[in-house]
């Protein structure tokens, strides 16, 4: 089993900026693809980021150009580095992955999600 841990999510002002981590444990074979995905009030959840094994990247429109996604794979670690932030990006960030275990199951989890408040 999976398990993925966020943090970083906090309260900033609009033009601030973030850095979101997400940390996964298990017995892991390999990654496919990392992403954030986000959650606004009365909304449904939407992608925000992903990243694939071969470390292609891709964003929500609303966001190219102000967030980056990157990861460390030595520690299984995804970041969101969140730039000139604005109130609409107010949400809860899940962190996902989809991969392979050592007992070679696919598998895809969600974390329980860290909240990110932009005041205007």
């Known amino acids: 089993q999976v398990h993925l841990v966020e943090s970083g999510g906090a309260l900033v002002q609009a033009g601030g900026s973030l850095r979101l981590s997400c940390a996964a444990s298990?017995?892991?074979?390999?990654?496919?693809?990392m992403g954030w995905y986000r959650q606004a009030p009365g909304k449904q959840r939407a992608l925000v980021a992903t990243?694939?094994?071969?470390?292609?990247?891709n964003y929500a429109d609303s966001v190219k150009g102000r967030f980056t996604i990157s990861r460390n794979k030595l520690k299984s670690t995804v970041y969101l580095q969140m730039n000139n932030l604005k109130p609409e990006d107010t949400g809860v960030y899940y962190c996902?992955?989809?991969?392979?275990?050592?007992?070679?199951?696919?598998?895809?989890?969600w974390g329980q999600g860290t909240q990110v408040t932009v005041s205007s």
């Open positions: 996902n992955a989809e991969g392979r275990s050592m007992n070679s199951q696919d598998f895809a989890s």
């Open positions: 990243i694939s094994s071969g470390d292609s990247t």
């Open positions: 298990g017995v892991i074979l390999r990654f496919n693809l």
